[in-house]
């Protein structure tokens, strides 16, 4: 598992993408342009749209190889993105956001170390997806104190059973 407090690559190449059906064809384009950009690419899943896929299936092995540091960061697509991201978070180290806007696609890494980034399919336009991808991928994490201590206690989180442990 990578240490929440890691900065990561100076540029993240090695990115994976994950969709169930409700997200198969804007995950589809994003790793088109990704390749076009140059990134190496690692697509977990789903290989085809299937109706009665289950998003975990293929969002979890994303979030797992996130974490362990086989790729850098990590797209996930379902219909509203929503499931994408509650799965994503359930792997430690992860720190995965449903984002919809240019802000907080690179806050969220910038403040927050977010390394998995979730997409709502059928909610957010392909333009856009890219644009919010792309923001993703050129966040840095500023390692500023107060946001290593904080990730220090979401850290804690995963560790203790959900309790913040107090200095």
């Given at each position: 598992?990578?240490?929440?407090?890691?900065?990561?690559?100076?540029?993240?190449?090695?990115?994976?993408?994950?969709?169930?059906?409700?997200?198969?064809?804007?995950?589809?384009?994003?790793?088109?342009?990704?390749?076009?950009?140059?990134?190496?690419?690692?697509?977990?899943?789903?290989?085809?749209?299937k109706?009665?896929?289950?998003?975990?299936?293929?969002v979890?092995p994303?979030?797992?190889?996130?974490?362990?540091g086989?790729?850098?960061r990590?797209?996930a697509?379902?219909?509203?993105g929503?499931?994408?991201?509650v799965?994503?978070?359930?792997?430690?180290?992860?720190?995965a956001?449903l984002?919809?806007?240019?802000?907080?696609?690179?806050?969220?890494?910038?403040?927050?170390?977010?390394?998995?980034?979730?997409?709502?399919?059928?909610?957010?336009?392909q333009?856009l997806?890219?644009?919010?991808?792309?923001?993703f991928?050129?966040a840095?994490?500023?390692?500023?104190?107060?946001?290593?201590?904080?990730?220090?206690k979401?850290?804690?989180?995963?560790?203790?059973?959900?309790?913040?442990?107090?200095?």
């Open positions: 598992m990578t240490d929440p407090m890691s900065i990561l690559p100076e540029i993240a190449k090695r990115i994976g993408v994950a969709a169930d059906h409700g997200g198969f064809e804007l995950k589809q384009e994003l790793v088109r342009m990704l390749r076009q950009d140059g990134y190496e690419v690692f697509d977990y899943g789903d290989s085809q749209p109706p009665d896929d289950d998003y975990p299936d293929f979890v994303l979030a797992r190889a996130v974490a362990s086989e790729v850098d990590g797209v697509v379902c219909g509203s929503v499931g994408a991201c799965a994503a978070n359930k792997v430690a180290g992860i720190r956001c984002i919809h806007e240019t802000f907080s696609a690179h806050q969220g890494v910038e403040d927050d170390n977010m390394n998995v980034i979730c997409l709502g399919g059928l909610v957010v336009a333009a997806a890219w644009e919010l991808v792309k923001t991928l050129a840095r994490f500023s390692g500023a104190e107060r946001h290593r201590r904080r990730l220090a979401v850290a804690a989180l995963e560790n203790w059973g959900g309790k913040i442990i107090e200095k």
